[in-house]
């Protein structure tokens, strides 16, 4: 009896093992086949932390202007990107806007180039076979100017910024002598007269020392007078197009009346264009000619009462009947070089540049128009009534194809020179006539 019951508490001992065996080999079985393929339940990576096991990026941002630098700083461009993607850091580097196009074409030649590279409209012909076409991105497809600037059938290059040519003016001056905004070339001729004969004031700051300041009439207002953006394209189907007649030379005749007048102070050759904006800041001067970027100087500069400033179009028409033809301008295009080594990052920070969270207020602080369908921005009280003209127009304002590129290389060809010329009393018919030959003669050589 002794042996029966040991025996069954050994096959209860030996059936209670197995059946422990088999519980414990199950439940190891089990969670196998949960890690294997079954989801995990551990929590997710958050995304930022995703951001952040990713490879540190670098992405290389030239740029022109002081201006824009400031801008950037002061809304901290980089780190309100970081927070987007922490792995990329937008790396700015500031060059002279006289060197940055030189620039660009020695480190082109190194195979340097940067990341993203803002361009001027006139140099993406210059740097076609070496840009990303951009034609695919959202923001090429909602600008409202990228594809007016295509180049061989390819966007290249989305605009940041569209801008008008402005006269800024001290209201408290054209109060002063009953001035209103002048409609026609004339009226605008004769306010700068009419407040050159009060001989208080300057009646238009010149920069003339440093030639660009003339852009807005040398080089702008033969479009105007065509109401031809493309103008320069135009110019370079013509044999003589500085006669009496065309629209370059019709322009000049304005631009020399300005000159003859002799409203921009006695020396507007020796002043240069900081001189310039300071005399017209400081109420020396009751009007500049300058874009619409000018506001952001202004802004900048203490001593000015914004309340006082204004802005109206220049007025190049002859009579209120006619159009009233006025420069719109885009400008900065944002391209991504063939040798990136981040395209995929580029594009990515450029879509970011472009959306709500950052491109309304870049534009509002920098006081320029949208060139995104769909986004307006504020310009504040400067520009109230400024765009309040019968028969308004815009020209849209581009740099001339490939013909005109080799002639205004062939004849070192210089608006702005002329400009200069024009002010130190240069003799005008014979200038037209030299200018002539000299087009006449690159042109030959185009065919």
Known sequence: MHQVRLRMTRILSTVLIAVLMVSLFSGCGAKGNTEAEGPSNEPNTPPQQEAEQKDPVTLKFPIWSTITEDLLNDLDLVNEYKKVNPHVTIELELLKDTEYENTMKIRN??????????LKSSWLINF???????????????????ADFAVDGHILGVPESQFNEFVWYHKSIFEE?????????????AAAQKIKDGGKYIPVAMGGKDAWPNYPFNEFMPSLVANDGDYWS????????????????????KIQQLYDAKVMGPDPLGVGFDQSKLMFGSKQAAMI???????SDLKSMTDVDMNDIGAFLLPV???????????SMVDTFYTIPKTSKHPEEAEEFLTWFFSDAWYPKYMTEAQLQSTMKDVKID?????????????????????GNEDYKKIESAIKFDVKKMGQDMMAGKDFDKMMEEMNNSWKNARSKLK
């Not at 076609?128 to 990228?146: C, E, G, V, Y």
């Not at 135009?234 to 005749?253: H, R, S």
């Open 234 to 253: 135009t110019m370079a189907t013509k044999d003589e197009p500085f006669t009496k007649g065309e629209a370059f030379y019709e322009a000049y005749v």
């Open 109 to 118: 030649a190194a195979n340097e180039l940067p990341d993203i590279m803002p």
């Open 177 to 189: 002598y009953g001035i209103e905004i002048p409609k026609t070339w004339g009226e605008f001729v």
């Open 128 to 146: 076609k076979d070496n840009l990303l076409p951009l034609d695919d991105m959202d923001i090429a497809k909602n600008n409202m100017f990228a």
């Open 289 to 295: 000619a300058l874009g619409q970027w000018f506001g």
């Open 379 to 399: 310009l504040g009280t400067t520009f109230n009534g400024a765009f309040e003209v019968s028969n308004l127009n815009y020209v849209l304002n581009k740099a």
């Open 317 to 327: 028409r002859d009579s209120e009947d006619e159009p009233f033809n006025t420069v």
